[in-house]
């Protein structure tokens, strides 16, 4: 047996209200619920980070956390990161740097490397590794990930700034 709950979730700048099973967890409520698919889901037990969003700004794994607990909160998920139509400055450098390959890993790091670009505009190496440590990529090889985060970094210290936790324009 399970029960319903009413929801109100502003994501990307848009807000949903949505009635859901109290037992559905907030990355299975943005893929199924609200057609985002660019959250992926991959251990389903907070090891991969594949399944990454913001909430309230603040990066969390959302196979592990309930939609229901995340009534009134704004989320950003890796749709919300271009603005207009133009990539993210960390978008475009995982483009550029060569981050990704397959891409299953690749929204969870593009979230986590934006939320770190936020607070630090200029990371170390071995701050980029402490920050990403928590993803795994099984195709891409960690440097050109870190690589790409350089880029990015450089890119938005240069002024190609957008604030992926403040709500896009609807
Ligand atoms: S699917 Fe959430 S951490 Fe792997
Ligand atoms: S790009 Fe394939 S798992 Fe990371």
Request: aromatic share 4%.
């Amino acid at each position: 047996m399970t029960t319903r709950h009413q929801i109100s979730v502003t994501v990307n700048g848009v807000n949903y209200q949505r009635e859901v099973d109290a037992r559905l967890t907030l990355a299975d409520f943005v893929r199924h619920d609200l057609s985002l698919g660019g959250t992926h889901v991959g251990c389903e037990h907070g090891v991969c980070g594949a399944c990454t969003i913001l909430v309230n700004g603040a990066s969390m794994r959302s196979c592990l956390m309930l939609a229901v607990q995340a009534d009134g909160a704004e989320l950003t998920t890796v749709e919300g990161l271009s603005r207009n139509g133009e990539l993210h400055p960390v978008q475009q450098a995982f483009i550029d740097r060569h981050g990704l390959q397959c891409g299953f890993c690749t929204p969870g790091f593009l979230i986590s490397t934006a939320e770190l670009l936020q607070g630090n505009p200029n990371p170390s190496d071995d701050e980029i590794a402490d920050a990403l440590g928590g993803h795994l990529c099984r195709c891409t090889g960690y440097q050109s990930i870190l690589e790409s985060v350089q880029l990015a970094a450089q890119m938005m210290r240069e002024g190609t700034i957008v604030d992926a936790a403040s709500p896009a324009e609807a």
